[in-house]
Nanobody
Framework: EVQLVESGGGLVQAGGSLRLSCAAS????????IGWFRQAPGKEREGVSC????????YYADSVKGRFTISRDNAKNTVFLQMNSLKPEATAIYYC??????????????WGQGTQVTVSS
């Protein structure tokens, strides 16, 4: 069974850090592009970051460049999102998703259930 499980969310003060994890089962993360998305209340889902299947190409939304870092641990079959210098506008549910071809496609094959990130001012 294919599954993506996010963890690491929580409540943090502005300026703080969190590291989100996306643990995959039923497939290997180095065969897929893995993206992080977020959805705040009343807003559309937006792409935050993505790492391609080679693990060498990464993408970031302009709003998080220089503060967020995506990485992958093939041995753990897990993708991480290190989030530093968090701002209140980062408050959202964060989802990871897997695509068998590439980052940036309109439809991803698999989605996790999400983890809540709340940044207090």
């Amino acid at each position: 069974e294919v599954q993506l499980v996010e963890s690491g969310g929580g409540l943090v003060q502005a300026g703080g850090s969190l590291r989100l994890s996306c643990a995959a089962s039923g497939f290997t993360v180095d065969d897929y592009a893995i993206g992080w998305f977020r959805q705040a209340p009343g807003k559309e889902r937006e792409g935050v970051s993505c790492i391609d299947s080679s693990g060498t190409i990464t993408y970031y939304a302009d709003s998080v460049k220089g503060r967020f870092t995506i990485s992958r641990d093939n041995a753990k079959n897990t993708v991480f999102l290190q989030m530093n210098s968090l701002k209140p506008e980062a408050t959202a549910i964060y989802y990871c998703a897997a695509d068998r071809f590439s980052c940036g496609r309109p439809q991803y094959d698999y989605w996790g259930q999400g983890t809540q990130v709340t940044v207090s001012s």
